[in-house]
């Protein structure tokens, strides 16, 4: 427990006054920040939460890294912003880092300010490249919130938030949803789910390109190998691009650098944000082959894409992540977490998903039959934790997935913290 702030009365009522807020919050919330390290972040009331959502998914070598700190300290004295006609030091070794780490079917890469935006400029650079409209995206797919990325984000609601009907030249095409899939257990996987892919593609033969994250992090539901093989393989026989958005996968949340990693997979263009500024502003890529950047027209720049003090610090998230083994780290805790649920053996406890530390736990009413928790419950759930200082969010097809997304810093300790409190709120809820 830290220090209470002296105006934190003040401050929350200002909050309330001035800001607006994109949802309606539960109990609790929002929480006023006032210091945050590692996988800490303190209110203005002095109380320590435990971060499982590592700032919005954005802090992967946690709050405030010294080396990432001193970095952006250190270029904010030598040059701040330019014009994206032009290039700063960090903005040109933080591209050149970023391609020797992507896959090689991604030469070069165009920078802007959010995931949204990424997905948006990857959009227009896969229609200008191919000279074809529509677009693809998996069923429970997010690419974001502004126009061009709800046109290929699943979510009803989030469509229906624009105000305006999506266009046609965007379709859902089958995702991998194991642990509700229909057609059987996952010892007996034939990939049924992709047997209309063949059949939708030849009848959209104007398909510019398949939007994807290679691990969907709404739900945490990573495909088998044989799903990816089956996608890809369809896909290149039509002549259609592959857009991997590593937004909330990349910089080591899967226990690969990029997730792309874990299938082999060689997208024609690559998107990336979230962590990719290391907490410091806001920072995005689009990253694409020298064929479809020899063709890429933006129109312009994003004002502050690719900033300077944003790109150093990127650069040294990158070089902490590398030296401080932050990778394996996501890999081992990732495993851990998992154990470490399974073992609650607690009967709400439906499906436990972790790709490093990018995961969830499906919370259900009933383990044989798989009802979804109703949301009274799982709200209660959710509100227990955070009484108990554990910072989650709530997500999935079905709204009953815990999300699980800490700095890739956290400690075994830490999630025994997270678990031993889990346990004890699903038996408070249950007995009401």
């Keep these: 427990m830290g220090d209470k702030h002296p105006d934190a009365v003040q401050i929350e009522a200002a909050d309330s006054t001035y800001v607006m807020r994109p949802w309606t919050h539960p109990a609790g919330e929002p929480v006023i920040v006032a210091k945050a390290r590692g996988c800490t972040v303190t209110d203005v009331h002095g109380k320590d939460y435990l971060d499982l959502t590592a700032g919005y998914f954005v802090n992967n070598a946690g709050h405030c890294h010294p080396r990432i700190v001193e970095a952006a300290t250190k270029q904010m004295g030598e040059v701040l912003q330019v014009s994206g006609k032009h290039g700063t030091i960090a903005a040109v070794r933080l591209a050149e880092r970023l391609v020797k780490l992507a896959p090689p079917s991604v030469n070069k890469v165009f920078f802007s300010t959010g995931g949204s935006e990424a997905n948006e400029f990857a959009l227009k650079a896969a229609r200008q490249f191919t000279k074809k409209p529509d677009v693809a995206y998996l069923q429970n797919g997010y690419h974001g919130l502004s126009i061009g990325s709800l046109e290929v984000t699943a979510s009803e609601k989030y469509r229906e938030s624009a105000g305006k009907p999506m266009g046609s030249e965007n379709y859902a095409v089958p995702t991998a949803y194991c642990y509700r899939c229909k057609f059987g257990p996952a010892s007996t996987c034939k990939v049924e789910c992709l047997d209309g892919l063949e059949a939708q593609f030849q009848a959209r033969p104007n398909t510019a390109a398949v939007i994807a994250e290679p691990v969907q992090a709404v739900g945490g539901l990573a495909p088998p190998q044989k799903w ?127 790709t490093g530390l990018l ?66 709120t699903l038996a408070a809820v249950r007995a009401g």
């Design 228 to 354: 990816w093989d089956r996608m890809d393989r369809t896909r290149k026989a039509h002549g259609i691009l592959l857009i991997a958005d590593e937004v909330q996968t990349g910089l080591g949340r899967t226990g690969k650098m990029f997730a792309v990693e874990h299938y082999g997979l060689q997208p024609e263009i690559m998107t990336g944000g979230k962590g990719l500024s290391g907490g410091v502003g806001s920072l995005a890529m689009t990253a694409a082959s020298n064929a479809i950047c020899k063709e890429f027209f933006g129109g312009t720049t994003p004002t502050s894409g690719g900033n300077a003090v944003s790109a150093a610090a990127g650069l040294a998230l990158i070089e902490t992540i590398i030296d401080e083994a932050l990778v394996e780290n996501a890999a081992k805790m990732g495993r851990y977490f998992t154990e470490a649920a399974w073992a609650i053996d607690d009967p709400w406890v439906g499906d436990v998903r972790f």
């Design 359 to 424: 995961g969830g736990i499906e919370l259900v009413k009933d383990r044989t039959s798989r009802e979804v928790l109703g949301k009274t419950e799982v709200g209660k759930v959710k509100d227990g934790l955070h009484a108990a200082g554990m910072l989650i969010t709530v997500s999935g097809w079905h709204g009953n997935v815990l999300r699980l997304q800490p700095p890739l810093s956290i400690t075994s300790n830490q999630i025994d913290q997270f678990i031993a409190a889990l346990q004890k």
